[in-house]
Nanobody, 123 residues
Framework: QVQLGQSGGGLVQAGGSLRLSCAAS????????IGWFRQAPGKEREFVAA???????RYGDSAKGRFTISRDNAKNTADLQMNTLKPEDTAVYYC?????????????????WGQGTQVTVSS
């Protein structure tokens, strides 16, 4: 059973930056694909970014050019660096993991989820 623990998040002004981190308990972390999703109040869960076990990245439209996903297999962690944040980025952010093959966009392929962390961007 893979357990994911999230850290980071918080309150930031528009234009600022935040870094989210996802730590996995799994010793086979290097074979996991990692995704980041977010959910704002009253909205559906939205794909933000994903990174395959091989390091191939994919971004949702809202994240392109502003967010960067990365992973450190030696530390069993995956990070989401968020720059130039906007009020519309306000949401609960979740990391997720799967051993299933790509595509990595759909939330349904992820079997393991973090607890979520609040990101609030003030205008």
């Amino acid at each position: 059973q893979v357990q994911l623990g999230q850290s980071g998040g918080g309150l930031v002004q528009a234009g600022g930056s935040l870094r989210l981190s996802c730590a996995a308990s799994e010793h086979t972390f290097s074979r996991l694909h990692i995704g980041w999703f977010r959910q704002a109040p009253g909205k559906e869960r939205e794909f933000v970014a994903a990174i395959s076990w091989g390091g191939i990245t994919r971004y949702g439209d809202s994240a392109k050019g502003r967010f960067t996903i990365s992973r450190d297999n030696a530390k069993n962690t995956a990070d989401l660096q968020m720059n130039t944040l906007k009020p519309e980025d306000t949401a609960v952010y979740y990391c997720a993991a799967t051993f299933r093959p790509p595509p990595l966009g759909p939330a349904t392929i992820y079997d393991y989820w973090g607890q979520g962390t609040q990101v609030t961007v003030s205008s």
